[in-house]
């Protein structure tokens, strides 16, 4: 992918844990050719973030907390994404932070055509998360973190996987049956990229699997076929709702 963006991070608002595994995130996305970090440098409390920006080459921005229960960093990351948004440089951003004083900021930068990727923690309000293409949760890439060093921590992993309830079933189904062909099949490529525009914060790693076939599989409400493709090597995969036995059928 040749997109470049710009990456954004929130100092005040973000752990600086993982930011190794986000920046990897962040490049499956685009290239990510600006990349800065906004906050008080003379609060101690920023100082973990000091040999990670020079590890992750992040440019760090000071911004002095003139005021007292103001968040000086927001106008200057807002600032910021403007002149970079009017210098054509960029078809993206990814924004990092978990505050909603960043929605009106996701908006705008969509209504430009700009692709916005939100990552935060899951306590993110949801305004916010729905004003992005897509949001990722810092608490994922965590998981994914501690599986790849081998850390025995299945308690903490078990708290961060949401569970598959049946709402989750029904965006499954009814976007499968909004893409459907008379047959009632879709393809999967397609039913993720609608679930992303109706979900930006869909992810199956959320609950606890790496793409979205392997949820699918694990459901038991769907049917997938691989298809030969003429383009390419690799299969195509399509995904059915089952059809639900009738009450008839049920008494034979």
């Not at 054509?88 to 990727?117: H, N, P, W, Y």
């Amino acid at each position: 992918m040749n997109s470049n963006l710009a990456v954004l991070i929130d100092g005040d608002n973000i752990p600086s844990a993982h930011v190794k595994e986000m920046m990897e995130e962040i490049a499956k996305y685009g290239n990510p050719t600006i990349k800065r970090i906004y906050g008080d440098w003379t609060n101690p409390h920023l100082s973990k973030w000091k040999k990670l920006l020079l590890e992750n080459a992040i440019t760090p921005i000071q911004q002095y907390a003139y005021t007292t229960g103001k968040n000086a960093t927001d106008s200057a990351m807002i600032i910021d994404a403007m002149d970079i948004l009017y210098s054509e440089k960029v078809s993206g951003f990814c924004l990092v932070s978990s505050d909603s004083d960043f929605t009106k900021l996701a908006t705008r930068l969509r209504e430009a055509g700009m692709q916005v990727i939100g990552i935060g923690e899951r306590k993110t309000p949801t305004p916010f998360i729905v004003a992005c293409d897509k949001f990722i949760y810092i608490e994922i890439l965590r998981n994914q973190a501690s599986k790849k060093e081998d850390i025995n921590k299945n308690d903490k992993t078990e708290e961060s996987i949401d569970k598959i309830t049946p709402r989750v079933i029904k965006l499954l189904s009814t976007t499968i049956r909004d893409l459907s062909d008379e047959d009632g099949w879709a393809f999967l490529g397609d039913v993720g990229s609608l679930i992303q525009k109706k979900e930006p914060n869909f992810d199956s790693r959320n609950y606890g699997f790496e793409k979205l076939t392997p949820l699918i599989k694990s459901i038991g409400s769907f049917e997938l076929e691989q298809r030969e493709n003429s383009k390419s090597r690799h299969k195509l995969i399509f995904v059915k709702n089952k059809e639900k036995r009738t009450s008839k059928a049920k008494n034979r």
